[in-house]
């Protein structure tokens, strides 16, 4: 019944996982809690995300503090607090914090899924990381389940 998904969470709560998963990453609506439609994470973008595809799911993105770099379409863009970027699927496009402090963002995916590869990648962490940067031939091995691919030769933007 409808009814029974009905959620509220206190400020500072998350629902739970199949894992548990550092702060940074704050599940607020989990893709079954949705029925698959969407999942709802509030992240802080504290290291660069190599530029990936997602090849099915759209990416929706609202800066609640701080600074977002999004290149996208050979362009990049500063996102800061009260704007938001969609990122369309099938477009490839990377992100990094900006100045000052890690953004702080609510991040949506239609369809859901992105806390499941976020899981993946936490019990991967120390073989999808090199330096303390993400390694996209490492995170291939994960993404491809969730229909991502990250590029693994470095483009200009």
């Known amino acids: 019944m409808f009814k029974d998904r009905f959620i509220l969470l206190d400020a500072g709560q998350a629902r739970p996982g199949r894992i548990p998963i ?3 990453f ?3 609506a989990r ?3 949705t029925e698959g439609r969407f999942s709802l994470l509030e992240v802080v973008v504290a290291q660069e995300i190599p530029r990936h595809t997602h090849h099915i799911a759209d990416e ?5 503090e701080g600074e977002l770099i999004v290149d996208f ?3 990049t863009h500063t996102v800061t607090r009260g704007q938001f970027v ?3 699927h099938g477009v490839p496009h990377a992100l990094r914090p900006g100045a000052g402090r890690p953004p702080r963002v609510l991040q949506i995916s239609s ?6 590869f976020v899981e993946d990648m936490i019990e991967a962490r120390s073989q999808i990381s090199t330096g303390g940067r993400l390694d996209p031939v490492q995170l291939n091995l994960i993404a491809g389940k969730y229909d991502i691919t990250y590029e693994e030769e470095r483009r200009s933007v």
Not at 111 to 116: D, S
């Open 31 to 33: 893709t079954t809690d």
């Open 60 to 64: 929706s993105i609202y800066v609640l």
């Open 22 to 24: 550092p702060p940074a």
């Open 26 to 28: 704050s599940v607020k």
């Open 73 to 75: 379409d050979d362009r």
């Open 111 to 116: 369809p859901g899924g992105w806390e499941c």
């Open 86 to 88: 969609l990122l369309p």
